[in-house]
């Protein structure tokens, strides 16, 4: 069956550090789809990547990184020198092509808060 | 470009009231989703329609109806709100794709309903 496990409920960290956020996923599809949003304060839910399970290259989008390793099953996002804006609830979602009409399922999400 | 737009933004029901949450999308997309997201949970999919006159089961769709009478709108109903109910409901829209799950799904800001 299909699951996406965020284990980290929580994460505090200072303004300027590194941080990274951890997905792991199910899926007995070879194609399928991982995506991460984020939902600030204010509570609407933002894209930031989408990616596909024959691409396995890392990306970076500014201080943004993500890294996809098909052998463990992990899609894990980075924020580099992190700011107080990053402070944010992040999802984590799978999209499996044998689902008619492209279901996400998400995580449980990662509450990032960022201390100046 | 207002994209997806969701009404209303909040809203108190006693239980055994019923309503209808609107959802509307101007990017001419073929699906809509609504979810809903509860604290812990991430976000789960009620119902969703891959086009105009159209409609399907996601994960919870106890306790609530959709409609999909024109390609732009997408209507959630409950009938007979209970205590249970009480969550964030977004809606999303995204373009339908020869791959299954390829495209990605855009947000609504989200109504919070709360039910006594």
């Known amino acids: 069956a299909q699951k996406v496990t965020q284990a980290q409920t929580e994460i505090s960290v200072v303004e300027k550090e590194d941080v990274t956020l951890d997905c792991v996923y199910e899926t007995r599809d070879t194609t399928y789809y991982l995506f991460w949003y984020k939902q600030p304060p204010s509570g609407e839910l933002v894209f930031l990547i989408r990616r596909n399970s024959f691409d396995e290259q890392n990306e970076i989008s500014g201080r943004y990184s993500w890294n996809f390793q098909k052998s463990t099953s992990s899609f894990n996002f980075t924020i580099t020198a992190s700011q107080v804006v990053d402070s944010a609830v992040y999802f984590c979602?799978?999209?499996?092509?044998?689902?008619?009409?492209?279901?996400?399922?998400f995580g449980q999400g990662t509450e990032l808060s960022v201390k100046p | 470009n207002a994209g997806v737009t969701q009404t209303p933004k909040f809203r108190v029901l006693k239980t055994g009231q019923s309503m209808t949450l609107l959802c509307a999308q101007d990017?001419?997309?073929?699906?809509m989703y609504w979810y809903r997201q509860d604290p812990g949970m991430g976000l789960r999919l009620i119902h969703y329609?891959?086009?105009?006159?159209?409609?399907a089961k996601g994960e919870v769709p106890d306790g609530y109806n959709v409609s999909r009478l024109k390609k732009q709108n997408f209507l959630l109903g409950l009938e007979s709100a209970a205590p249970s109910q009480t969550s964030v409901y977004f809606c999303a829209s995204s373009y339908s794709s020869w791959l299954a799950g390829a495209e990605t799904q855009y947000f609504g800001p989200g109504t919070r309903l709360l039910v006594l």
């Open positions: 990017m001419n997309h073929e699906y």
């Open positions: 329609s891959v086009g105009e006159g159209t409609t």
């Open positions: 979602a799978l999209s499996e092509t044998t689902n008619q009409g492209g279901k996400l399922i």
